[in-house]
């Protein structure tokens, strides 16, 4: 640890106990919780930052760019949301039930959803409406979360946890947000994975201002719990993305890792590929008893 560093005075969001300084990027300090091992930048980007960054980022136009071969990750995920709401809420299928899926971006997961007959809606504070690619989802997906003043019977949160401040807090806010017997569903990269362990400093969640908590395993368990989740089941997260989508990625961590995938994205650039990325997913039943003991930051 350097104890002069600015995140050993940054605390961790789920152990409120000062995180040990890792590595530097940029202007931003890196600190690991040496209780849960969730991973932390100091300091945190400001409110200003958060949107500035945003309305440059790349992130919704690659998203659209690629919309159709992401397509196929995300009917995967939704039938893997489909297999977890059986054992969590005791449903066959997902006809009727109602889901909001928070950081929705163009809503691609919102209309795999669709397709499996739930009644599904998307928030996104930073998306624009004119990247949206069809009229009903238009409809579904909102910037204010003012828009959704009652509870679905799931939420989803697929690589949005990273992104937030105050994650113990929108965990714990989140749960309000479900209806009693309900589910959450979570997907984010883990600190522990033997990805990141391998990748270092380098490892792809590691991206200053965008991603400020990343959890590990244990970590988010343990903040799952203490909103007021149970029955909580993780797994690795796989997703099968094509040629070029992959390579496009891989030259966020420099051109030399790009080498690897381009004999493949001139031949085959449509291939699906399996790969795993050092992430998580993680499902939790809200526990309807009793109330959340995580505080609010």
């Not at 949301?81 to 005791?90: F, L, Q, T």
């Amino acid at each position: 640890m350097n104890p002069g560093s600015a995140a050993s005075t940054a605390l961790c969001p789920v152990c409120d106990i000062p995180l040990r300084f890792a590595f530097k990027k940029g202007r931003f300090e890196y600190g690991r919780c040496p209780e849960c091992g969730t991973v932390g930048t100091h300091p945190p980007p400001t409110d200003e930052e958060l949107a500035d960054h945003y309305a440059k980022a790349e992130n919704y136009k690659v998203l659209k760019k690629y919309e159709e071969s992401y397509a196929a990750t995300y009917r995967r995920t939704a039938r893997i949301v489909k297999d977890a709401a059986k054992r969590k809420m005791g449903v066959e299928g997902l006809e009727n039930i109602s889901a909001l899926d928070v950081g929705c971006n163009i809503g691609g997961f919102v209309k795999a959803l669709l397709e499996l007959g739930a009644d599904a809606c998307g928030l996104d504070p930073y998306v624009n409406p004119d990247d949206i690619s069809c009229e009903e989802l238009k409809k579904r997906i909102s910037r204010d979360e003012s828009d959704y003043g009652g509870q679905a019977d799931f939420l989803t949160m697929l690589g949005v946890i990273e992104h937030l401040r105050y994650p113990a807090a929108a965990l714990a806010e989140s749960r309000e947000r479900i209806k009693d017997n309900g589910m959450i569903f979570i997907q984010t990269p883990d600190s522990e994975s033997a990805v990141a362990k391998i990748m270092g400093r380098r490892f792809f969640a590691y991206q200053p201002v965008e991603h400020i908590y990343i959890f590990s395993r244990r970590g988010l368990i343990k903040a799952l719990e203490r909103a007021g989740f149970v029955e909580i089941e993780a797994s690795r997260q796989w997703k099968f993305l094509s040629a070029s989508y992959v390579y496009e990625q891989l030259g966020t961590w420099g051109r030399g890792f790009q080498w690897l995938l381009w004999p493949l994205r001139k031949i085959v650039p449509g291939l699906s590929l399996p790969l795993y990325g050092g992430g998580m997913t993680v499902c939790a039943k809200k526990n309807s008893c009793p109330k959340a003991t995580e505080k609010a930051e």
